[in-house]
């Protein structure tokens, strides 16, 4: 190793924007082990599906259809 590295010509990752942010949130068991299950046949993790379904959901503009008793 060096005992210094010259970073001036360095650039900004490019890729920065694709990058996906970790949060925390609570989802009922049930909606987590739909897919896990669909994560298991299809050999994808659950946590892409998730990803990939709610980017679907956003892309298409789509709004819960949500109704106070």
Known sequence: MKKEYDFSKSIKNPYIKKLKKQISIR????????????ASETGIPYQNL????????????????????
């Open 27 to 38: 989802i009922e068991t049930e909606t987590v082990e739909y897919f896990k299950k669909l």
């Open 50 to 69: 998730m990803d990939m379904y709610l980017r679907d959901c956003a892309q298409k503009n789509m709004r819960p259809n949500i109704q106070w008793q």
